[in-house]
Each structure stands twice: as C-alpha cells, then as structure tokens.
C-alpha cells in the first residue's frame, strides 16, 4: 500500500493592510485601530473542550495546541508539517534536504497505516486508516483548560467544519490541514489500551487540592460520533470500559445526534460517576450550517439530541462555539439557539469568539472571500496576523453570552461549577448567574 501522504498546498492569505471598516455592524466594536495589533488580557483567554473552539498551552497532538498566551501575538508563518515549512522551488537545496528526510514518530506510523475496511461505497466518503497508537488517554498538562485527560477516538473528522482549530493535528502526521476531513485515522485496540491507561488516572486531582477525581474530557479534537463511529464503535468500546468503573469524572462533547446510540453506556456511567454531555449548535440557519459544518448533522437533529437525552435523566448541555463574527453575531440569533436549547431541556449554554490557528485560517479566510466576500477586508484586518479578534469585540459577546444564561436560568457545567468552588472555598451556596466565569469550548 502507498504511504499516507498528500503533498501540502500553500494557499494564499493575500495579507494586505486593509483599513477598519463597520463591516460587523450589529455588534460593531467602534475601534479605531488599523489592522491587528498587540492585544493583553488573561480575562479573555479562551478555554477548550472540543475542537470547534479556542486553545490552550498544551503540547500534545490530542489536547489544546500550544500557543502564546498573549491574545495579540502574531500568527507564526512557519508550518509544523515539514512540506509546508517553507515555499519550495526546485532549485531549493532545503527542500531537497526535507523531502528526503525519513518519516519519524507518529507521521512515520501514519504513513505506514493499512486501509480501514469500510461498508462505505460512496465517491465522497474520505479514506479510513487504521492507526496503531500505544495510549488512547492522554494527559493534558496545562492549567488553562479544565481537564486533565483527554480522549480522541479518532484523528481527523469527516464533519469538515470550516473553522475547526483541530486541523493543525494532521500535521504532525506530515498532512495538510485540508486533509482533516479527507484522511480518517481509527485509533486500534482502544478498549484494551483504556484498561491500561487508567492505571495512570488519579481519583484525587492536583488541580482541587484532592476533593475531586481528575477529569476526562472526550472529543477535543475530533468529533467522537462522526461517521466512521457507525462501523468501527471506537468511541462506544471507550464508553464501555469506563462504564465499568466508579467515581470518574468524565464529559463528551459532538456535533452528532448519533450520541443517542449509547444512551445505554451514558447511564450507566452516571449512576457511578460524574458525566456531562455537551451538543454543538452554532446556528439554527440549516443553510448557514450548512457552509460552515458541511457534513454535519442539521441543528434540529442535534436538538432533538438534546431532548432526548434529557428525557433519559442525563445532564446535558449545548454549545455555541464558535461565535462566527459577522455570520452567528447577528441581533437575536445567539438568542434564538439559546431558547431553543433550553425549550429542548438544556442546562448549560456557553460560547466563545472564533479563534483561527495558522492551518485552520488557510482553510477559513480563503471560504470567508469565497462565501462571505463582504466580510472578508474585516477578516483580514483581525485574523490574517492574528489568531484572535479583537479584545474589545470579545467583551461585548462575553458580556452579551454572560446575560443569555442568565436571562434563560442556565446553570453552570458541573467540572465548572466545580472548578469555582474548589479556586474559591468561601463563595456563597446561592448561584449568581452573573458571577459564573464564562469557560470557552467547542
């Protein structure tokens, strides 16, 4: 069999300077800066548990990407795949260096991975390969997100959501970002590896000072209920083992209404442990979802999700990330989803500013000037040299999503209510909407 590989395309961002326009009017931040610029504020930093958010500091491949804690620092030219690391030409002694340096680590196993036998007949389907991997649990060490554990059934996601930050994933496997939906790794043996890695877990966290068991959170980088899970049931064997046990505390967050599949596993997991279920639901406008998430499941399936699992007694709630300046921003549209998410018994709502690693803004500025030409000086000016829009935009959504939940009585996400309680012991047994720290993810 050929070498999992693909050639890395350049595609070009076109990064002129562009002058500030009220291009996002409805909720236009009346800055007068010129183009991106630096930007401080640690209230702001965004905080990850799926892969259509923000990031955090950590270094592995199934966590958060690391990144500058600085909002404003720039956005890094330089490619962590090696074909892409700098433009080639033919004369490039470089590049002829690069070209035939051996494949290592997990890159070297990727491209060595045999096909995956699928039922799959369609033309479209992307090509399934079955990775050989030696842990399924991965440990997350950083104390900007909220999890200490992370599981990812499989890298890459056939959902092709255009802003996805997880792209940056495939290239430690030497593949272009675009290849994400394009190239599915089903991670093997994950049942057995699972019984192995939870050896390592400890029902005592560092970060609660010991009351409370660390935290395992599924799907941050790759949607655990995409279509590859309808024939190889990775996820379901994860479900499985830690149904098995006690006092875990685990989440999971999709874009899928095949979560209801394992309602079976999920109960079993709550009567002895702490789960939260998390649904993805940008937009209500099934046209607009569909650009934006092409493959995935229409927003009133995912809401029926919702429903139903809450009819199954399991504590669920919806997410709105990312915020799509200019396309998910509009007067009454994050409204709209959040009505709509507590009509289906949600209990949670959160959301966060749209944040664009270096690979997922080589996919997403070129669809903005395709789909969105309007849009596309403003998206220039606030992404092309930088991964975050601009701060004080990001206070008038976090204060906007701050009174949503509460208008709505939302509560807060159980590890997050848990996490304020553990940070400050002396906070009042009343819940106070508006003090709940807003935790960004996707």
């Known amino acids: 069999m050929s070498p999992v590989r693909s050639q890395s395309t350049q595609v070009s961002l076109n990064r002129r300077p562009a002058q500030q326009t009220a291009l996002f009017p409805t909720h236009s931040t009346q800055s007068t800066e010129q183009g991106p610029k630096a930007r401080t504020g640690s209230d702001l930093a965004p905080i990850v548990t799926g892969p259509g958010g923000s990031i955090s500091v950590c270094p592995t491949p199934d966590c958060p990407p690391a990144f500058s804690a600085e909002h404003g620092a720039p956005r890094r030219e330089e490619s962590q795949t090696r074909d892409a690391a700098a433009p080639c030409g033919a004369a490039s002694a470089r590049c002829?260096?690069?070209?035939?340096?051996?494949?290592?680590?997990?890159?070297?196993?990727?491209?060595?991975?045999?096909?995956?036998?699928?039922?799959?007949?369609?033309?479209?389907?992307?090509?399934?390969?079955?990775?050989?991997?030696?842990?399924?649990?991965?440990?997350?060490?950083?104390?900007?997100?909220?999890?200490?554990?992370?599981?990812?059934?499989?890298?890459?996601?056939?959902?092709?959501?255009?802003?996805?930050?997880?792209?940056?994933?495939?290239?430690?496997?030497?593949?272009?970002?675009?290849?994400?939906?394009?190239?599915?790794?089903?991670?093997?043996?994950?049942?057995?590896?699972?019984?192995?890695?939870?050896?390592?877990?400890?029902?005592?966290?560092?970060?609660?000072?010991?009351?409370?068991?660390?935290?395992?959170?599924?799907?941050?980088?790759?949607?655990?209920?995409?279509?590859?899970e309808r024939e190889y049931r990775v996820t379901r064997a994860c479900l499985e083992e830690l149904a098995?046990?006690?006092?875990?505390?685990?989440?999971?967050?999709?874009?899928?209404?095949?979560?209801?599949?394992?309602?079976?596993?999920?109960?079993?997991?709550?009567?002895?442990?702490?789960?939260?279920?998390?649904?993805?639901?940008?937009?209500?406008?099934?046209?607009?979802?569909?650009?934006?998430?092409?493959?995935?499941?229409?927003?009133?399936?995912?809401?029926?999700?919702?429903?139903?699992?809450?009819?199954?007694?399991?504590?669920?709630?919806?997410s709105a990330c990312p915020l799509i300046p200019g396309m998910t921003d509009r007067d009454g549209e994050l409204e709209a989803v959040a009505e709509a998410a507590k009509n289906a018994g949600a209990q949670w709502f959160f959301s966060n500013v749209l944040f664009l690693m270096p690979s997922s803004a080589k996919q997403f500025l070129p669809f903005v000037r395709e789909k969105f030409p309007k849009l596309a000086k403003q998206y220039e000016e606030w992404y092309a040299k930088n991964g975050y829009a601009p701060d004080e935009y990001r206070k008038q959504m976090s204060q906007r999503i701050a009174k949503i939940r509460q208008e709505y009585g939302f509560v807060s996400r159980p590890w997050e209510e848990r996490t304020r309680k553990t940070k400050q012991p002396q906070l009042s047994m009343a819940w106070q909407p508006a003090e709940t720290p807003l935790r960004a993810a996707g």
């Open 244 to 318: 098995k046990r006690e006092g875990l505390s685990v989440s999971l967050i999709t874009k899928s209404n095949q979560i209801v599949r394992d309602i079976d596993l999920f109960k079993t997991i709550a009567e002895r442990s702490e789960l939260s279920l998390n649904l993805t639901i940008t937009t209500l406008r099934p046209r607009l979802a569909r650009l934006l998430e092409p493959r995935a499941p229409r927003p009133d399936l995912r809401l029926a999700a919702v429903k139903q699992l809450r009819e199954a007694g399991l504590a669920v709630g919806v």
């Open 96 to 228: 002829s260096a690069d070209a035939s340096a051996p494949l290592v680590g997990i890159a070297r196993i990727a491209a060595n991975s045999p096909a995956a036998e699928t039922q799959r007949s369609s033309p479209e389907r992307p090509e399934y390969f079955l990775l050989p991997v030696k842990s399924i649990l991965n440990r997350c060490d950083s104390k900007r997100v909220p999890f200490e554990w992370t599981i990812n059934p499989y890298r890459g996601c056939e959902f092709a959501c255009k802003y996805c930050y997880a792209r940056y994933t495939h290239e430690y496997m030497e593949l272009d970002g675009s290849e994400f939906e394009k190239k599915i790794f089903v991670k093997q043996d994950a049942a057995p590896l699972l019984v192995q890695d939870m050896r390592k877990y400890s029902f005592a966290s560092k970060s609660s000072g010991g009351v409370y068991p660390e935290h395992i959170a599924i799907g941050t980088a790759t949607d655990p209920y995409q279509p590859a």
